[in-house]
């Protein structure tokens, strides 16, 4: 009977890994390649006990264990301090680099039709799950061993073979339980869009806890599997136990994903899309209007995610600031005054740093909405549209217009939640509402040069549409990284992150606003001619 379950399963492990072999080694090669250049580095940056001693006290405070995590490792070598920084960092780009995967090769298939079409062949029910899982497994195989050679052989002192590998096998381990996660919210919901966003969700959750338990009580972070990466102390104890549980996590949720997969109808899910009206309504009367319809429920919930992560990040404003319970003795040599005056400025610059993260999350839903004018095309879901009498440029501003509302207004939620929960909790002083005004001024136009160029790429080169992530991906990279890995400033100002200017740390500079604004137009008006102009597929 289990044979008959998984007939067909050699052949679609062939079929998967030809058809995805170009966007795995792209992921394979970026993550190994940045693991192993910031390795390579590290030595020449932290291999001197002054510098290890001026980075340790910079990971100490609050604000940086809320970014990296909380570590129980004594920082003496450069391995520790590459430990420290870069475990949280990669576990991040792991798990959006598996929940993409997880989603694309099971329910975006389906939506599809392809499994369905696939089905009708000599294929066994359990065969098409199982290849997209063996995907997943040789994925995170093949991007933690490469990990652990890259660390291995990095020339960082204090490291050690065991601790190299720990390192790698860990973080393929996290990537694998949110491999899990995606393939389970596949089963659950009846469309990619709905089981993204439900594992962005999770993942949102996670990563919510860990930060308030690792500056709160880092004992507590035991209880979010996010969290138990950074109990391995590589190089030192070399703990396997998180990821014993991370395995074992994983295989119950892949066991109830598969007991999921094995009950359901193809297309189908336990959690299904209410049925639409069987009239539209009269809002609904054109591209704009439509596309809204369809990105509504997504668009609702970033905004709402947003809001909450900036609830979170304001929430432990005064944990951050308050440096008169770390040192009391300051207020006594320095004054009270002066003492409020420096916790003002680890606030502003604490703030400079979550807009980072806020603005990059922002983005995404405004890139994933622009890049379904070549998706929804090549589906056909546009054709009877296009049939009409709707020019090419109603329908790119339709994306365009919803692209710009869930990104902009996403970014504003982020900071509203920032600002109303930050000055809810200090009790030294409060952060005015201008200052928030004044960060979205400065990374706005980052926003919007972002949705400049894929509005560039789905216009001109929408095969090409994927640059768009690893410019956004870089861009969080080098602001999130780099002055930790001491970045040149040409690199970081490859990304508009890096014109920001630290913002509200430091005043606002408009000429560069002015100017990306000025290059976001330019994509934006290149993409619409190219739009018009080209084959639609």
Partial sequence: MMKNKLQGYGFLNKLNFRRDRFNGLIWLVVLAGLMASVAFKFEGLYGTAGAIQSIKTTLDTAAMKAL????NTSLKTSGDVFATEMLVFMAIMMIVMNIYFAVKISRSEEDKGLVELISAH?????????AASTELVVLNL?????????????GMKGIDANGAWLIGISLGMVGLLFGAIGLLMAQLFDNSRSATIASYLIFGVMYIARMNTDVQNPHQTWWIPMGWIEKINAFHQNNWLPV??????????????????????????LISVHAGRQKASWWLRGPITLIERLQRHSTIIWIIGLFILGVTYGSIFNTIGDILKTNPTMQSVFGKAAVQSANHQILLNFISVISVVMVTLATLPAVLTLNKVRSDTDRGYLENVYAKSVSRSHILTSYLLNALVVGIVGLVASLLGIYLAGNAVLDHGEIEITTYLHVLIAFGPVLLLTIGLAVFLNGLLPRWNWITWIYLGYGFFASYLGGLIKLPEWAKKLNGLGWTHSVPLYAVNYSYVVVMLVIAVILIVIGYVGFNRRDLN
């Fill in 68 to 71: 990296f995590g909380a570590f």
């Fill in 244 to 269: 014993i549980m991370l395995m074992g996590l994983s295989l119950v949720i892949w066991i109830i994903a598969l007991w999921n997969n094995q009950t359901r109808d193809i297309g189908a899910g």
């Fill in 142 to 154: 093949l991007t933690g061993i490469l990990f652990s050679l890259g660390i291995q052989f990095s």
């Fill in 122 to 130: 000599a294929i066994g029910k359990n065969a098409i799950f199982a």
